[in-house]
């Protein structure tokens, strides 16, 4: 079988890479000799099914000969670092070679037949360019976490799974059971609401082998004390749906977190039965839908005071002692989402397992940037954006308490990022 590397003959330690020859285009230039080398560190990424995965540091080399477009070519004369523009030419000729780990990458620049080694170097920044191969002039260029990032991209927001081994009411009906036709009609009509119009932050699995099982997860909204959270939630349609609205199991982890959200599972909601609201707060059999249930708990149950959901505290909404308990009620709740979050990353619900964490990898600067700013007195809420802070909550400033309470659990919040491969977590804790 022919490799797609080769050993040099000139050094045994280098592997030579011949990758596929780019076309070009009909006009002939004279090519020009080379002038630079370009000098890449790359930060520790192994190479595996064509996705780049931090794991071993190198050093990319770029050597530019026989190229008479060299978007490189002027840094020579003048100079001057330029940022990389074409990394992701340059990656996506890395992705579809099979090089092995711990060498140096050197790539040609000619314009038909670029060539590809990898030798072992220094840890560095994630991406640096030299344009004159000194190191006084490297300009750093953040590398994104193309595979975390590109697996929430592609990860659907609903989607069907064969089984549903953990879900909290598995034990509770058969595979085999057969159902109405009206049964299954209207749980595929619900399928098809929720394939169509699921917000970005709602994502479901339903189960082809059990239809009556559904598994949801809510990410928390900014600005509220569950923000950036990920919130699970078991659902059985019930033998009687529609007639009877869908059982929900929230995966609470022992932590109470809202006054609607037990520890122990419970979800209290009118539109579920297991509170008492007026008629519209109520499931209506021939309007209500599975997406309308997922929406109310996210706006009505995961939102900014959730401690005004508690029965007989919403008339004090708006006074300074309503308000007041309010703040130190969300504080508390968000030590208890940074414990949830601690607590999903570590044994995540089956069929999420990677978008946890993913989902974790992408968020934590943000979350870590949120957590310091409330330990240095911000008010809970105030940052957003992933980590700006809100210009309007300024003026306010967080309890002694709740900035006591972040700072002592912070460090167990970045010890699971870093086992998830946010490692420069760890260098920034450091003192």
Known sequence: MNQPWRISTIDPDVVEISPPPIASGSRTRKPRQAVISEVIDVEQYEFRNNVADKKNKGKAI??????????FSHLASEGVPME??????????????????????VMSTQFRSPNIVMVPSLPSRPFKVDGCASSSRLVAAEVISS???????DFKRFDTVDDFSDH??????????????????????????????????????ACESRMDLLRAVIIGAEGTPYHDGLFFFDIQFSDTYPSAPPRVHY?????????NLYNCGKVCLSLLGTWTGNTRESWIPDESTMLQLLVSIQALILNQKPYFNEPGYEHSKGTQSGELLSEAY???????????????????????EEFV???????????????????NGAPLGSMVKSGVQDVSETSK????????????FMKTVVDEFVKLGVKELQEKQKP
């Not at 059971?177 to 299954?184: E, R």
């Open 330 to 352: 969300s504080e508390n709740v968000f030590i208890f989402s940074l414990k949830t979050m601690v607590y999903s990353i570590r044994k995540p619900p089956k069929h999420f």
């Open 168 to 205: 909290h009411f598995a034990s509770q009906g058969k595979a085999s059971k057969q159902h109405a036709k009206g049964w299954v009609k209207k749980v595929q009509s619900d399928w098809k609401i929720l394939e169509n119009d699921l917000p970005e932050t709602i994502f479901v699995r």
């Open 147 to 153: 595979a975390q990032a590109n697996f929430l991209r």
């Open 84 to 105: 990389l523009d074409d990394y992701a030419m340059f990656q996506a000729i890395l992705n579809s070679q099979n090089i092995p780990t711990d060498v140096e990458v």
């Open 397 to 408: 400033r967080g309890s002694d308490k709740f900035s006591a309470e972040v700072a002592c």
């Open 251 to 259: 995966h609470a982890g022992g932590l109470r977190i809202n006054p």
């Open 62 to 71: 770029q050597d530019i000969s026989s190229y008479d477009h060299n978007p």
């Open 357 to 375: 964490r993913s989902h974790y990898f992408m968020r934590a600067h943000g979350i870590v940037k949120a957590c310091k700013a409330y330990k």
